[in-house]
């Protein structure tokens, strides 16, 4: 009998033990009486261990995958390709090909003759037609517009094809569009330029900015915010004899009922001596000058009350600027020294992100996501967002615009007989 129950005590130990170490449960008052002192506290030790080295152990591996963390980000961060393969090829045999267009997840191609929507495998989603002379493109979020210079039609279109058309009576020399559609348009006549609003289904908003050029000014430059509510202008007039430049913002929300003209603020002293020849919107929150003098940034953030947040002066001249939601790259021509030209990246607020000098006979300077593609109508060379070249490559085939593919390793290639997309190595 007392065999029986050493039996039954021992295997209970046993057990208990199991229990405390694989479980890492602390042991219940009713069964510390089964052990002794000495197995209480071997037990204890057991379960103290056990806890040890689970903790070892998962600090271990939080530092295996810190550091393969670590390391792909270094890996991504600076690796540089050296060539390319082709992935897939598709011919476009565009005799009237004006220009490619980064659309959405896609991209928009348009000649004089019309335009064509093509997914990422280069086939084509949907196509439409119009005669034009000179077709310009603007394009924000999901809409995109297409309009003929010193013409008087406008196409919007959205991602599932045409959504609306406008005409207008006065030539149109500038277009933009909004993250919803909305179109702004400049036309213009001997004594006044006029900017018009339209929905994107083509109808007229019935609103409107009259200039007459021998007081107000002219319009230079236009830019739509993301939400469509608000219209950032460069107008250029004349005072004491002098050619001045002014950087004016207009709210058509209901903030901007009970201002004057809808004008929320404006800009003088910074232009002073200079030329605006382009504003854009970044989002509905941060906006660019771009003039002689280098770039300045806006905040729209207080709406009733637009505030200028940094200028980055150049004295050099500036030969491209390019952007997208959260950057700004501006490349400078360098007058003498090694490099001919100078590449500089700064965020939305205007805060620097780098400066890259490099020499490389460009025409095209694009950013998507976060590369920065240089490109001319044979070869490309492309930086990321710190500075590192990731990628040179010349190619066989002329080449109109480069954006990122499918892949983090892929780019699309078009030109105007050849739509590519190629995976880097």
Known sequence: MSDMSSMSRESKKQKLRQRVISAGAPI?????????PDGEEAAVQ???????????????????????????YYYQRNYQYVSFETAWQTDMNEGSL??????????????KDGASYLDNHGKTVWTESYEMKNPIVTKQGDYAAIADRQGNKIYIFGSTGKVGEASTVLPISKVTISGTGIVAVVVEDSTASYVMFYDRDGSSLQVGIKTIISGD??????ALSEDGTQLMCSVVYIKNGELKNRVVFYDFSEVGKNVPDRIVGGFD??????????????????????????????STENIASPALVAQIPVESEIQS????????????????????????????????????????????LDIDDDLIILYNENSCEIFNMAGVQKLYATFDFTVSKIRKGRFPNTLV?????????????
Request: proline share 4%; with cysteine; net charge positive.
């Open 413 to 425: 290639v078009s030109g105007p007989q050849q739509m590519r997309e190629i995976k880097l190595r």
């Open 269 to 298: 002293d910074p232009f002073d001596g200079t030329i605006v020849p382009r504003v854009f919107y970044m989002n509905n929150s941060y906006s660019c000058a771009i003039s002689g003098k280098g770039l300045t940034f806006f």
């Open 46 to 72: 057991a379960y103290k261990k056990a806890r040890r080295r689970k903790l070892i152990l998962l600090v271990a591996l939080l530092a295996v995958i810190g550091g393969a963390g670590g390391g792909l």
């Open 217 to 222: 000014g002219y319009v230079l430059g236009e």
């Open 321 to 364: 600027v390019c952007y997208n939601k959260e950057y700004v790259a501006m490349v400078l021509k360098n007058p003498s020294g090694e490099y001919t030209s100078s590449l500089q990246v700064y965020r939305k607020d205007g805060s620097h992100m780098f400066t890259k000098d490099f020499t490389y006979e460009y025409t095209h």
């Open 98 to 111: 004006v220009g490619y267009e980064s659309f959405g997840n896609n991209v928009l191609k348009y000649t």
């Open 28 to 36: 219940p008052p009713e069964l510390r009486s089964e052990l002794n």
